[in-house]
């Protein structure tokens, strides 16, 4: 009995131990923040820690590259100054980040970016721009000069919210031939053919554009990890869209709330995330609601069931991450200045709080990625020669 209690001993330490991760933190700076904040987490007990931090101005919104050598920052500067994109190098032995450079967004205030699977090309959606841009990687990480802007024309019903266009995301589709870009101000969901060959990467794909209802807002994209659906939240209506997926083509099947049916409330959600394992999907509520709401996916179909509303123990929740391993899900409150881990229920997807929160002024912007546990800091050239491959 001792010899089997001590081997599940070691098999729970080596389990937990295989699955900490980095998680980066990406925050607004007109308060108390400093920048990028960089924790362990423990995919297996909810456990965290602090690691690092790095200064930064207004890094809302942060993307990893496929490597995990490199991490990749907008920064809002203000609505009548262009924004920029900042490169990072990141040392997975000691969690250590260290600025690399910036470069001009091309826009007023970036507040998306997402980075290609080859690690070659950024795409930046800047909001009050209302443009989205492609700029190239180079081999050191570094990010090279702007090589192409497309700028959207246009307005919505909503006269303070939808005075012109407002970019909100830039989601490259499973396939990685397609960017999938979200126009708040124009009520339009567009699309584009990425050619990482082409100077200038990105072209419009001709009557592919999705026309949401007047005043929706549409925000963020995400898809099924598994399955050609794709499901879009809207942010002034608080609606969620759910598309059929086939070639950069999008066709709606489903529209469905993200909030009760009597709230009466001021709207504004913010994110959408499907869980690993693609039985659920999530989004996260601000205005007056403050709320993640649950949904259980119809895995023929790829329609969405409400399965219930949880509260984010927090006021304007932003962005927010399911870990890896689909166990906890993890929400930025930016005005209460704390990020909650709740637990997810597997068999019902609900959520359930841990008691465990990460303190941090203004965060906004959540993104994770394993942790090496190979890797020794004492070995230098050891860890390089590892990093030159895939994790």
Request: include cysteine.
């Amino acid at each position: 009995m001792r010899l089997i209690l001590c081997l599940l001993t070691l098999f729970s330490s080596f389990t937990a131990f295989t699955q900490d991760y980095y998680l980066f933190i990406g925050t607004y700076t007109s308060g108390k923040s400093k920048g990028i904040y960089v924790y362990q987490f423990n995919a297996a007990t909810g456990h965290f820690k602090a690691v690092s931090d790095i200064a930064s101005k207004n890094p809302s919104y942060l993307a990893i590259s496929p490597t995990g050598q490199y991490l990749y920052s907008v920064n809002e500067n203000g609505a009548n100054e262009a924004g920029q994109v900042s490169a990072y190098s990141f040392d997975k032995s000691t969690g250590q980040l260290q600025f690399l450079n910036s470069r001009s967004s091309g826009g007023a205030d970036p507040c998306y970016i997402s980075e290609n699977k080859s690690g070659k090309w950024l795409f930046v959606a800047n909001y009050s721009g209302g443009s989205l841009a492609a700029l190239p990687v180079n081999a050191d990480g570094t990010v090279d000069s702007l090589k192409q802007i497309i700028q959207h024309e246009g307005k919505g019903a909503n006269k303070d919210r939808q005075e012109k266009a407002h970019v909100h995301s830039t989601v490259i589709s499973p396939d990685e031939k397609f960017l999938m870009v979200a126009d708040l101000g124009m009520d339009q969901e567009f699309i584009y053919k990425i050619d990482t060959s082409a100077k200038q990467p990105l072209s419009a794909v001709t009557d592919t554009a999705v026309l949401m209802e007047p005043g929706s807002g549409p925000r963020h994209l995400t898809f099924h990890p598994t399955k050609p659906y794709g499901y879009l939240v809207n942010e002034l209506s608080g609606n969620v869209y759910v598309f059929n997926y086939n070639k950069g083509k999008l066709k709606q099947i489903q529209q469905i709330s993200s909030h009760p049916n009597n709230y009466t409330g001021e709207k504004g959600s913010a994110d959408i995330h499907v869980s690993p394992d693609g039985k659920f999907l999530y989004t996260s509520n601000r205005g007056d609601a403050n709320s993640l709401a649950i949904y259980a996916i119809d895995q023929t179909t790829g329609k969405l069931v409400s399965k219930g509303f949880q509260s984010t123990m927090g006021k304007h929740p932003r962005n927010f991450m399911i870990d890896p391993t689909g166990h906890f899900l993890l929400v930025a409150n930016k005005d209460s200045d704390n990020i909650v881990i709740f637990s997810i229920d597997p068999i019902t997807g609900l959520l359930n709080a841990t008691g465990e929160e990460i303190n941090i002024p203004n965060p906004v912007c959540l993104k994770m990625i394993k942790k090496c546990t190979t890797c020794n800091p004492k070995a230098k050239k050891k860890h390089k020669s590892h990093h030159k491959k895939k994790l």
